[in-house]
Nanobody, 123 residues
């Protein structure tokens, strides 16, 4: 059974830090590129950051560049998002996502989602 379980969300003051984790199970983690998305109240879901299968390449939304760091540990089947210098506009539900990027054509386009963790930045 495929599972992506986010954790680490909570309430933090502006300027503070949080570290989100996404624990994966039920699929071959290293065959999937991983991403963090977020959805703020009343807004569309947006891509925050993504990372390639081996962690060698990362990309960030302009709004989080220099403040957030995405990483992964394939030995632990876990992805992380270190969030520093948090702003009220970072308040959202954060979701992790896995998209198949290996060689099996039968799995092309397969994408999994977690249920999200809420991050609230407020004084």
């Amino acid at each position: 059974q495929v599972q992506l379980v986010e954790s680490g969300g909570g309430l933090v003051q502006p300027g503070g830090s949080l570290r989100l984790s996404c624990a994966a199970s039920g699929f071959t983690f290293s065959s999937y590129a991983m991403s963090w998305y977020r959805q703020a109240p009343g807004k569309e879901r947006e891509l925050v950051a993504d990372i390639t299968r081996n962690g060698g390449v990362t990309n960030y939304a302009d709004s989080v560049k220099g403040r957030f760091t995405i990483s992964r540990d394939n030995a632990k089947n876990t992805m992380y998002l270190q969030m520093n210098s948090l702003k009220p506009e970072d308040t959202a539900v954060y979701y992790c996502s896995a998209e198949y990027r290996a060689q099996d054509p039968r799995l092309r386009g397969v994408k999994y989602w977690g249920k999200g963790t809420l991050v609230t930045v407020s004084s």
